[in-house]
C-alpha cells in the first residue's frame, strides 16, 4: 500500500511492496479471481489437461512411488484441486499435491495438499507454474533523448521520471534479450549469422528454441569479425523494456528443485525477436486493465521473456509452444458434439456443446491462446509430443 511518503523507488521495489507486502494486493482476501480469470478460472478443462499431463509425466518416470505435483503461484489453490480431482485413483493415490504461494492457506482447502511458501526440494514428477513469472517484480528501462537505457523511477501513485542509466549485469541482459531498448542496439547487418550459425539456429528452431536466436551464435560472429561497442548504434528516445533478471533467477530456482520430471511455465509471454518498443507492464483491477499504479490496489504484470527464462536453466529438449499447440495435445480441443448426440442424449449434448466453448476459449488466437508454454524435462523424454 502507499507509504505516504512519495519516495521514488525503483519498479522492481515499489512491486514487490504493492503486490507481496504486508498489505498487498496478493494478501487481500479475494484472491486473483476477483480481478481477472486465469485459464484456471475459465475452465474446468484445463485442471484436468495438467492432470492428463502429470499422468504423463508419471509414466515417462516408470510410475514412482511417490510422484510430486507443485502449483506455483497457486492463487487460493484452484488448480491444484482441480488436478487432484482429474487424477485416476490409482495416480491421486501415489500424488503428493504442493501449492506453493504467499497468501494464507484458504479454509476448507483438501488435506491432502500441502501449503508451501517454496516448492519442496526434491520434486519428483511435475512442477506447473500457470502465470506466475509476469508477477514477479522487474526493473524497467527506458531510453532518454541520447538513446542511453535510463531505470525508471516510480511513486505511489504511478507518476514516474527516469533516474540512472543502466549498468553491469542489467545492461548486459538488455544488450542479450532487448537490445531495441538497450541504449546500443545492434546494427541488422551485425545480427546475419554465417551458414554454420544458421545451421545452428535452425537446430534451435527445431527443438522448439525459437526465441533464443543464436544469441551464443552472435557473440562468437562479433568476436571474430571484431564488431567492437563502439560501432552499435544508439537505440531511440522513448523505448521501454522490463528488465527480466529477477524471472531468469526465479525460474532457474524453481526448476532446480526437479531432480526428475518436467517443469513448465506458461505465461504472456514474447520472443527476443517481437519485443514490443514500449514495454508490457500494466495493471489490473476488478476484471479490468488499468494503469499500473504501486499502492497494493492493483495487480501489476509484464509479460515474460520465456526464452531468456530457458537459457538461464539450459536443459536439453527445452522448448517453447502457444497454449493452442499444447492443450489440443492434452485433449482440450475445442471440437463441437456431433449433431446426433442432440436428440440420443440431449443433456450430454449441452454439457459436450458448453465444453466446447470453453476448450474455444482456452485456445483462442488473440486470448489465452496466445500464452506461451515452456517446457523444460529433467531426466524424461518430451512427453507432450503428439
Known sequence: ?????????????????????????????EGPAGHFRTSVHVSALFARAVARLLCRVD??????ARLDFVDMAAGRGELVTGVLAALPADVAARTRA??????????????????LPEPPRPVTGL????????????????????????????RDDGTERLGEPVTGAEAEWLRRWW????????????????EEHRAEQGRRVQQGLRAEHGLRAEGEHRAEHGLRAEEEHPAEEGLRAEIGLPRDAAWA?????????LAVAVDYAHTRETRPPFGTLTGFREGRETAPVPDGS???????????????????????????????????TGARPPLALASTDPAG???????AGEAAELTAPGGLGDFVWLLQPVGVPDVLAP
Open 59 to 64: 509414466a515417462a518416470l516408470g510410475r514412482p
Open 98 to 115: 504442493y501449492a506453493v504461494e504467499i497468501a494464507a492457506r484458504p479454509e476448507g482447502l483438501d488435506h491432502r495438499i500441502e501449503w
Open 298 to 332: 492493483c495487480d501489476i504484470t509484464a509479460h515474460v521473456a520465456l526464452d531468456a527464462c530457458a537459457a538461464a536453466c539450459p536443459l536439453p529438449g527445452a522448448r517453447l509452444l502457444s497454449q493452442r499447440e499444447a492443450l489440443p495435445v492434452l485433449g482440450v
Open 253 to 261: 530456482s524453481a526448476v532446480a528443485t526437479l531432480e526428475r520430471g
Open 127 to 154: 512442477l506447473f507454474a500457470n502465470e506466475w513469472l509476469d508477477n514477479v517484480p522487474v526493473e524497467v528501462a527506458q531510453t532518454d533523448a541520447a538513446g542511453v537505457a535510463r531505470r525508471v523511477l516510480v
Open 179 to 194: 537490445p531495441q531498448a538497450a541504449g546500443t542496439g545492434w546494427p541488422e547487418e551485425d545480427l546475419r549469422p554465417d
Open 1 to 29: 500500500m502507499a507509504d505516504g511518503t512519495g519516495e521514488w523507488r525503483s519498479w522492481r521495489a515499489a512491486a514487490r511492496e504493492a503486490l507481496y507486502g504486508p498489505r498487498g494486493f496478493y494478501r487481500r482476501p
Open 349 to 355: 449434448y449441452v454439457r459436450a456443446l458448453a465444453g
